[in-house]
């Protein structure tokens, strides 16, 4: 039976998928500029490649961690986790939604990583999305994105046959921040490059306090941060072993033994254990609403 077509006005049908965002828990929901994504990503991992018909990439993003994460130790706020599934969560719903009320195809944009390149490579650069939708720049911080008034956030995408009006970037990077300029003119590093636990941050502010360079040394980040590759490592590790005393070393090691007791409670720390770069980064815990209770205080105070 053929789908029945209605009318459609691209305004309205992106005030009502904003509207829906936001009132499902995103701080901020944008379209990017699918004619720009396909111009930056690789072939194979465009919107395209996913959804042959896509008109529009919605891009979506809730809030890190709470105010008082910050004030834990690196040990146990590892095992916060992060607050991306709630971001996936919204983006999933928005897809229903969106076939529901403008009876269009939309799919929630998968977040996973590419079975054919390997744990590394993501299908779609969730990332891209988000920073030409203007809900987000990129930092210092490695692949982090920051919004001046949100701080730091987890995204989800969503690619639907609607045509809706893109947005525009952030005409302004909030990083690094001033005292961040400050630090790296006093000593060549900013503090999220200074406390990295694996230094795997190095960059360059210019002259005029922007960004001029950002390195990330991703494969130093992941061996303490992404440990899904760690488990597999300690099991074959416990196989190759030559004695039981070497067996039993592999398999109760201290630190295994951690991830063997996150993956029994489904932690949403076992993917993402350090948070010492947002910590310190001014935007990502001293932006107006970057948690909480700056969010209550600004709504209190209107």
């Given amino acids: ?13 992106k005030t009502a998928i904003l509207e829906y965002c936001k009132r499902k828990g995103a701080l901020v929901a944008g379209i990017a500029d699918l004619a720009a994504i396909e111009r930056i990503c690789p072939p194979g991992y465009r919107p395209g490649d996913l959804m042959p018909r896509v008109k529009s990439v919605i891009s979506l993003g809730v809030g890190g961690q709470t105010q008082g994460a ?7 706020l590892g095992y916060f986790g992060s607050t991306e599934s709630r971001a996936y969560t919204i983006a999933y719903g928005l897809a229903f939604y ?4 403008f009876t269009t195809p939309t799919i929630y944009c998968p977040p996973d990583m590419d079975p054919d390149a390997g744990p590394r ?8 999305h988000a920073e030409l939708a203007g809900i987000g720049a990129r930092s210092l911080a490695g692949d982090i994105l920051l919004h001046p008034e949100f701080g730091y956030m987890y995204f989800a995408s969503v690619f639907t046959e609607l045509e809706l009006e893109p947005d525009k970037p952030l005409e ?12 790296y003119r006093q000593i060549g590093q900013t503090p999220c490059m200074k406390f990295c636990p694996v230094q795997c941050l190095t960059g360059e502010v210019a002259d005029d306090g922007t960004q001029k360079i950002m390195r990330y040394d991703m494969a130093a980040c992941a061996e303490m941060t992404q440990q899904f590759e760690t488990v597999p490592a300690a099991i074959m590790e416990a196989i190759k072993a030559t004695d039981e005393p070497a067996r039993e070393d592999a398999l109760f090691d201290p630190d295994n ?8 409670v489904g932690s949403g720390g076992l993917l993402a254990q350090c948070f010492e770069c947002m910590r310190v980064c001014p935007i990502a815990t001293k932006a107006p609403l970057a948690d909480p209770i700056l969010r209550a205080e600004a709504k209190a105070a209107e």
């Fill in 70 to 76: 910050w004030s834990v130790p690196a040990k146990a």
């Fill in 257 to 264: 033994k951690m991830l063997w007791y996150k993956m029994s």
């Fill in 121 to 128: 490579v993501p299908l779609q650069s969730l990332k891209v």
């Fill in 172 to 183: 302004t990077n909030p990083c690094p921040a001033p005292s961040c300029v400050s630090m």
């Fill in 98 to 101: 969106i076939e529901n009320k």
């Fill in 1 to 13: 039976m053929a789908r029945k077509k209605r009318d459609i006005d691209p305004a309205e049908a």
